[in-house]
């Protein structure tokens, strides 16, 4: 499956960006996607999971609240909703796919398929 992530920009602290990863290639039903980020001089963190149906959802605990993920297999598109950004939120955030569903979900290396980022930059 081919991944592509957008929405990415450039937001003042408080303010929402929705970013988009659109799949390509394979059953999209039959991934689950989650993102990670990765700043500047920092290893890249797990940000948020969906299972298959979109049914189960995961966030990194330093995160839930602002950030909601879902999606929508009719569009082949998981979406990535943040809110009340804060600078620390500025990262290159990826979309990642894989078949297994829920084991080890937070961990990037359990992933098969990546995109290529977008850049989340947030102000203060």
């Known amino acids: 499956v081919q991944l592509q992530a957008s929405g990415g920009g450039l937001v003042q602290a408080g303010g929402s960006l929705r970013l988009s990863c659109a799949a390509s290639?394979?059953?999209?039903?039959?991934?689950?996607i989650a993102w990670f980020r990765q700043a500047p001089g920092k290893e890249r963190e797990f940000v948020a999971f969906?299972?298959?149906?979109?049914?189960?959802?995961y966030y990194a605990d330093s995160l839930k609240g602002r950030f909601t993920i879902s999606r929508d297999n009719a569009k082949n598109t998981v979406y990535l909703q943040m809110n009340s950004l804060i600078p620390e939120d500025t990262a290159l955030y990826y979309c990642?796919?894989?078949?297994?569903?829920?084991?080890?979900?937070?961990?990037?290396?359990?992933?098969?398929?990546w995109g290529q980022g977008t850049q989340v930059t947030v102000s203060s």
């Open positions: 290639g394979r059953t999209f039903s039959r991934f689950a």
């Open positions: 990642a796919a894989r078949t297994s569903n829920l084991a080890d979900y937070y961990k990037g290396d359990r992933y098969d398929y």
């Open positions: 969906i299972s298959w149906s979109g049914g189960i959802t």
